[in-house]
């Protein structure tokens, strides 16, 4: 009874929330397909505009009527900020609601440990956040590197696009799961554990974006005139002191360190969240 449960539960996970897995697919598609209708479609047709210009102002206007740079910066605010519906997920339908509704006590009694249970329930939607959350990513490099001249509104160290365009796509994913599932185990209740949830991945999303300028050493460098700094610069700092023209700044250049730190912080994160919820789970399934 007990090996026949456990094969069963990937595929009662599977037919349990098939919407929702085609809801994230759509949500992986649909924006994966619009970033390529941006970069063969819109991208070039900014460009020949831009050629064809006579003056500045029809050049600006024209510009201005594809907004290619505004659109990949809504774009990547998607991408970025799609964590929240998957903890929404994890909090209310994936655990929450199964423990409000006894669910998962009955298949306790199956022959089914709380331990493979909560495992079965956690794998597959993690493999599809990781798959998904990469495919976004790989996607969002493409078309940056292949247009960035064209980026005049969105920069690499905005919240957003610093998330879409590196690995805290996956990371931030893998998070949301971990925490829905630890307040839904804590607390029991699809609403609140749904609403802690998102509250929860949104509050740590903030914490690690305002302070993501100190997790990597700034260069700090100071001029006698005013300086100009390279184009791409994050200037977390500036002003003018006793000794001329100052600036605290990341180059580009720490795109990755800076990206490797925090997706180290935030993976930490989630293994300390899945930790906790099996010591939830297991001191209330005793």
């Not at 994230?24 to 970069?39: C, D, H, Q, R």
């Not at 003056?55 to 990547?76: E, K, L, P, R």
């Amino acid at each position: 009874m007990s090996a026949t449960a456990l094969q069963g539960l990937p595929r009662t996970v599977l037919r349990l929330h098939r919407t929702a897995l085609l809801v994230w697919a759509a949500a992986v598609v649909a924006p994966a397909g619009w970033l390529v209708y941006l970069n063969e479609v819109t991208a070039p047709a900014t460009r020949r505009a831009e050629r064809a210009c006579a003056h500045v102002d029809v050049c600006t206007a024209a510009f201005d009527s594809f907004d290619y740079s505004g659109t990949v910066g809504w774009t990547a605010t998607l991408i970025g900020y799609s964590y929240l519906a998957v903890a929404a997920f994890a909090g209310g339908a994936l655990i929450g609601r199964e423990l409000e509704s006894g669910t998962a006590h009955l298949a306790w009694t199956q022959g089914v440990t709380p331990a493979r249970w909560l495992t079965a329930k956690l794998a597959l939607p993690a493999l599809a956040v990781a798959a998904g959350g990469l495919a976004l990513v790989l996607v969002f490099r493409w078309g940056w590197s292949a247009n960035e001249d064209l980026l005049t509104t969105a920069h690499w160290y905005e919240g957003a696009v610093f998330v879409a365009r590196g690995p805290l796509t996956v990371a931030y994913g893998l998070c949301a799961l971990a925490l829905g599932a630890l307040t839904a185990l804590l607390l029991r209740r699809t609403l609140p554990a749904l609403g802690t949830a998102v509250a929860a991945t949104w509050l740590t999303g903030f914490l690690l974006g305002r302070y993501r300028a100190d997790l990597w050493p700034a260069l700090t460098r100071t001029w006698p005139s005013e300086p100009d700094l390279p184009a791409g610069t994050w200037r977390v700092n500036w002003g003018r002191n006793a000794d001329g023209y100052f600036a605290v700044y990341h180059p580009a250049s720490h795109f990755w360190p800076l990206q490797s730190v925090e997706t180290g912080i935030v993976l930490t994160a989630t293994v300390l969240a899945t930790i906790a919820g099996y010591a939830v789970l297991r001191r209330r399934a005793a």
